[in-house]
């Protein structure tokens, strides 16, 4: 053979080689941009029933993702054991990029870590991708207890030790939590009651029942409007757009307390860094549209876009403070 075509010959195998290698060494994420993600349709998982507010959430930001991605996002509602099976779901899912989850912070911020049969590490099965929504904690009272505001009613309750009593959505849940960092911080002996969710809670509220609640906004909303109910403050850092008359925490003079019930979109272990990085794009676009975030208010939610270093320090912050509120509080775990 010719010196010159065994030359060409030899180039031509080096130059293959080196792509292969050069292929093989490429990132998941690089790998996924040039296979041009997405290539068929999404699934967002919603671990609660249809109608919810975490639903209508899901699907504000599931129609603007399907016009922006141009492909089709499919919202799949998995209810069942309080959260836990949709979030099972995403976190045992294939981190492909084609599922995604729409999650509470009490799913991964607090349940895996007061309960012993979550079969999932939300710090290294979940890859958080953007906070989605922030929804404040409303305290209300019964207007039975003689307190207008507040400061009143720390009062009234730090004279009137263990008679007044305060319902939650359950034992170690976010309201229960929150509820006794309030306690901590102002030094008052308020009897726990636990529910299983809002809706015997509210009826025992009305009823005076119990006197004092602190829960998402939304559910005494229409109550306080009405005059059922008094609202006291919210847990937010800004005031609520629903009742900007009511005061903050930390307006009040709580300058740490800062709690929100927040959602946020989060992806299973394994999905490529790039496909990540494009889904907090274009999850943020859909999020921070006018339309979305006008419709997300009226129904007590203020969207809140995040990076994805944002929303992982987010999340690594409230498992720390959930978890020194449980040992300080003595509080014993669900089984």
Known sequence: MPTAIRCGLRRQLMAATALATLTGMLAPGAMAQGTGWPQQPIRMIVPFPAGGPTDFAARLVADKLTRSLGQTVVVENR????????????????????????????????????????????????????????????????????????????????????????????????????????????????????????????????????????????GPLPYVKSGKLRALAVTSRERAAALPDVPTMIELGMKDFEVTTWFGFFAPAGIPAAVASKLNEHLGLALRDPEVAAKLRTAGMEAAPTSQQEMDRIVRHYIRQWQGVIQRADIKLEE
Not at 111 to 135: G, H, N, Q
């Open 79 to 218: 209810g069942g054991a309080a959260g836990m099976l949709g979030t099972t779901a995403v976190a045992q899912a294939k981190g492909d990029g084609y599922t995604i989850g729409l999650i509470g912070n009490g799913l991964v911020t607090l349940t895996p870590f007061v309960r012993k049969d979550v079969p999932f590490d939300p710090l290294k099965d979940l890859v958080p991708l953007t906070k989605a929504v922030d929804i404040p904690l409303l305290v209300v009272a019964n207007p039975s207890v003689p307190a207008p505001d507040m400061s009143a009613f720390i009062r009234y309750a730090r004279a009137n030790p263990g008679k007044l009593s305060y319902g939650s959505d359950g034992q170690a849940s976010l309201t229960h939590l929150s509820f006794e960092m309030f306690k901590e911080a102002q030094g008052l002996r308020i009897v726990h009651i636990p529910y299983r969710g809002t809706a015997q809670l509210t009826t025992d509220l009305l009823s005076n029942v119990i006197q004092v609640s602190m829960s998402g906004i939304a």
